[in-house]
């Protein structure tokens, strides 16, 4: 059973475009959304968190949408770039600090074309 | 600052061989984590350890997976008798001693291939 789903699975954009990748939940312990960027070959780094008690919040043009009410959150990408080409992994976690507790989405590939 | 280092980064064996993969954390990080990562599904927490601690295993496999990060050295991840079903990538993140949030470093991976 998938605790968090992740959709789409993948997405092609034009550059400039504004890809959105979403992220629903069942656990309403959860209270730590991190979303990951992982490169091929490389590791996922941390891109941009968010924890229920805010809707939005914004990172450069990396912006989380939150809705605790509909258990779902979602991860926008302004101004996209071919270097945002990438795989996006949301998750969560019902125990803030405790690393082991990260619930993984199945992964969004990206692709922005020139 | 070097990062999270994993070696090898590519490793092929033979159905009933070992594996013994390496992670050395980032300087100054005495948390370490193994993740492994199937293809075309997200990362399952495997295993987290401190120095010459298992703190929890809960995500490892009951048989032929064993870690370890002792005092001197990197951690280990060493998976014995491998079979197909092993193939994956395997990453290790390491987080500082009292980081209080979720903030992991992961190395770039280590991909395993069961011939």
């Given at each position: 059973?998938?605790?968090?789903?992740?959709?789409?699975?993948?997405?092609?954009?034009?550059?400039?475009?504004?890809?959105?990748?979403?992220?629903?939940?069942?656990?309403?312990?959860?209270?730590?959304?991190?979303w990951?960027?992982?490169?091929?070959g490389?590791?996922?780094?941390?891109?941009?968190?968010?924890?229920?008690?805010?809707?939005?919040?914004?990172?450069g043009?990396?912006?989380?949408?939150?809705?605790?009410?509909?258990?779902?959150?979602?991860?926008?990408?302004?101004?996209?770039?071919?270097?945002?080409?990438?795989?996006?992994?949301?998750?969560?976690?019902?125990?803030?600090?405790?690393?082991?507790?990260?619930?993984?989405?199945?992964?969004t590939?990206?692709?922005?074309?020139? | 600052?070097?990062?999270?280092?994993?070696?090898?980064?590519?490793?092929?064996?033979?159905?009933?061989?070992?594996?013994?993969?390496?992670?050395?954390?980032?300087?100054g990080?005495?948390?370490?984590?193994?993740?492994?990562?199937?293809?075309?599904?997200?990362?399952?927490?495997?295993?987290?350890?401190?120095?010459?601690?298992?703190?929890?295993e809960?995500?490892?496999?009951?048989?032929?997976?064993?870690?370890?990060?002792?005092?001197?050295?990197?951690?280990?991840?060493?998976?014995?008798?491998?079979?197909?079903?092993?193939?994956?990538?395997?990453?290790?993140?390491?987080?500082?001693?009292?980081?209080?949030?979720?903030?992991?470093t992961?190395?770039?991976?280590?991909?395993?291939?069961?011939?």
């Amino acid at each position: 059973q998938q605790q968090v789903k992740q959709s789409p699975q993948s997405l092609i954009v034009q550059k400039g475009g504004i890809p959105i990748i979403n992220c629903a939940y069942e656990n309403t312990a959860f209270d730590y959304f991190p979303w990951y960027q992982q490169f091929p070959g490389k590791g996922p780094a941390l891109l941009i968190a968010i924890r229920p008690d805010v809707s939005e919040k914004k990172e450069g043009r990396f912006t989380i949408s939150f809705n605790k009410s509909a258990k779902q959150f979602s991860l926008h990408i302004m101004d996209s770039q071919p270097g945002d080409s990438a795989t996006y992994f949301c998750a969560a976690s019902s125990d803030a600090g405790n690393n082991r507790k990260l619930i993984w989405g199945l992964g969004t590939s990206l692709a922005v074309n020139p | 600052n070097a990062g999270v280092m994993q070696n090898p980064r590519h490793l092929v064996r033979r159905r009933g061989q070992e594996a013994r993969l390496r992670c050395s954390p980032m300087k100054g990080h005495s948390h370490v984590y193994w993740y492994r990562q199937l293809p075309e599904e997200g990362l399952k927490f495997m295993v987290y350890l401190q120095k010459e601690n298992i703190i929890d295993e809960s995500g490892m496999p009951k048989e032929r997976f064993s870690a370890e990060f002792p005092k001197e050295g990197p951690s280990i991840l060493r998976i014995q008798q491998v079979v197909r079903g092993d193939s994956a990538a395997y990453f290790c993140a390491s987080s500082p001693r009292l980081s209080g949030a979720n903030v992991l470093t992961f190395g770039a991976g280590s991909r395993l291939t069961v011939l």
